[in-house]
């Protein structure tokens, strides 16, 4: 059964920092991993779908790798805004029943 | 139009109510996903409608009772719930297993 770990679970930095969010997976038979941002309260939002042949995605100042060999994804943000401070999910869809399998988020605070 | 619209945005209801959630796109994707997200969790998936057929019910209790009028419209009809049953109910959508998932801005119920 697929397990996905997010660490750390929540992450204060001040602005204008880069930072990193990691995501593991244990089960490599996967179709996608994706990124989302979710506000309080609110749904998600997609940032980034990295396909499984992919090694990276790049939009804006994120960018997202995957290396399915080692089961890890991380999530670069670059020159972070306090308009950053979200929960960010990474999210595995597995080729073995259509599922996907959510981890349990990063909150993340960005510091004025 | 890239968007999954749900309605109503919040929701209160008594025990012995019977109120129906919405769920809306037009983006042509063949596949529709109800999820329950509790406070500081991960959305956990309740079901999945493939080409209008509901493929996917994750032992939801009979309360929650899924509609697939046509592919473009999702439902989710209320019955009897319980207060623990209080959450953000969230519509997802996807055309095929290598393009992600689009997620709605969610439904926050409140059962009292």
């Known amino acids: 059964k697929q397990e996905v770990t997010q660490i750390p679970a929540a992450l204060s930095v001040p602005e204008g920092e880069n930072l990193v969010l990691n995501c593991s997976f244990t089960?490599?038979?996967?179709?996608?991993l994706q990124w989302f941002r979710q506000d309080p309260g609110k749904g998600l939002t997609s940032l980034l779908l990295i396909q499984s042949s992919q090694r990276e995605q790049t939009s804006g100042r994120l960018n997202a790798s995957l290396d399915k060999s080692s089961g890890r994804s991380t999530l670069y943000i670059a020159a972070s805004q306090p308009g950053d401070s979200a929960t960010y999910l990474c999210a595995s869809e597995s080729n073995r029943d259509d599922k996907i399998i959510f981890g349990k988020g990063t909150r993340l605070h960005i510091l004025p | 139009d890239t968007e999954v619209t749900q309605t109503p945005k919040h929701l209160v209801m008594g025990m012995t109510n019977k109120k129906s959630l919405k769920c809306e796109q037009h983006?042509?994707?063949?596949?529709m996903y109800w999820y329950k997200q509790k406070a500081k969790k991960p959305p956990e998936l309740m079901f999945v409608y493939s080409y209008e057929k509901l493929s996917i019910n994750e032992s939801v209790p009979s309360r929650f009772s899924p509609e697939c009028p046509n592919s473009s419209l999702l439902n989710l009809h209320l019955h009897a719930l319980q207060p623990e049953d209080s959450a953000l109910y969230l519509c997802?959508?996807?055309?095929?297993?290598?393009?992600?998932?689009?997620f709605g801005s969610g439904t926050r119920l409140t059962v009292v």
């Open positions: 089960d490599s038979a996967i179709y996608n």
């Open positions: 983006m042509g994707h063949r596949a």
């Open positions: 997802a959508s996807s055309h095929d297993n290598n393009y992600g998932y689009t």
